[in-house]
Antibody, heavy 120, light 106 residues
Framework: EVQLVESGGGLVQPGGSLRLSCAAS????????MHWVRQVPGKGLEWVSR????????TYAGSVMGRFTFSRDNAKTTLYLQMSSLRAEDTAVYYC?????????????WGQGTMVFVSS | DIQMTQSPSTLSASVGDRVTITCRAS??????LAWYQQKPGKAPKLLIY???SLESGVPSRFSGSGSGTEFTLTISGLRPDDFATYYC????????FGQGTKVEIK
């Protein structure tokens, strides 16, 4: 089955760290650009970061730059989002998403999301 | 950063209605525009990409149009399953989203 499954969310104190994972299956993972998108409960979607197929290039939203690190292990077909210096405003559901294999692509496959709650 | 603005924020409609949602980009994005549907507690689902291309498996009552800075999503003949929140997204430069339009039952 073609799917993305996130894990690793939970409660963390402000200033703390957390690592999210996204396990991919059912498609040729190593050929896709991948993304993280987050959503504060009840609010809109915010693009967080992207990574190229071989993991050599990443881009971040200004709100997380310098604090979050996006990586991938193509052998394990897994994405990782290392989050540090967490703030209350990072509280959100975090989704991983696959980009279509077009010259530029929309996000055609999403995981179910994992909740991150930053609070003391 | 490219800002995306959707209107309206909320739309009340009845089954069978034709509804239109508008999305404006703060600068030209050509046709690098997608529409997603999201239901409570679920991940977004891609409906339309490249402004007017229908994603596989999406009913033909959904259609998209526009280019440059103005785009529309039209649902022709609203069905009960269509009551949800809809987001536009530009992917000309990374992937910023509109704030969403909730389609609710009148």
């Amino acid at each position: 089955e073609v799917q993305l499954v996130e894990s690793g969310g939970g409660l963390v104190q402000p200033g703390g760290s957390l690592r999210l994972s996204c396990a991919a299956s059912g498609f040729t993972f190593s050929t896709y650009w991948m993304h993280w998108v987050r959503q504060v409960p009840g609010k809109g979607l915010e693009w967080v970061s992207r990574i190229n197929p071989d993991g050599s290039a990443t881009t971040y939203a200004g709100s997380v730059m310098g604090r979050f690190t996006f990586s991938r292990d193509n052998a394990k077909t897994t994405l990782y989002l290392q989050m540090s210096s967490l703030r209350a405003e990072d509280t959100a559901v975090y989704y991983c998403a696959r980009e279509q294999q077009l010259r530029r692509g929309a996000f055609d496959l999403w995981g179910q999301g994992t909740m991150v709650f930053v609070s003391s | 950063d490219i800002q995306m603005t959707q209107s309206p924020s909320t739309l009340s409609a009845s089954v069978g209605d034709r509804v239109t949602i508008t999305c404006r980009a703060s600068q030209s994005i050509s046709d690098w525009l997608a529409w997603y549907q999201q239901k409570p507690g679920k991940a977004p689902k891609l409906l339309i990409y490249k402004a007017s291309s229908l994603e596989s498996g999406v009913p033909s009552r959904f259609s998209g149009s526009g280019s440059g800075t103005e785009f529309t999503l039209t649902i022709s003949g609203l069905r009960p399953d269509d009551f949800a929140t809809y987001y536009c997204q530009q992917y000309d430069r990374f992937g910023s989203f509109g704030q969403g339009t909730k389609v609710e039952i009148k």
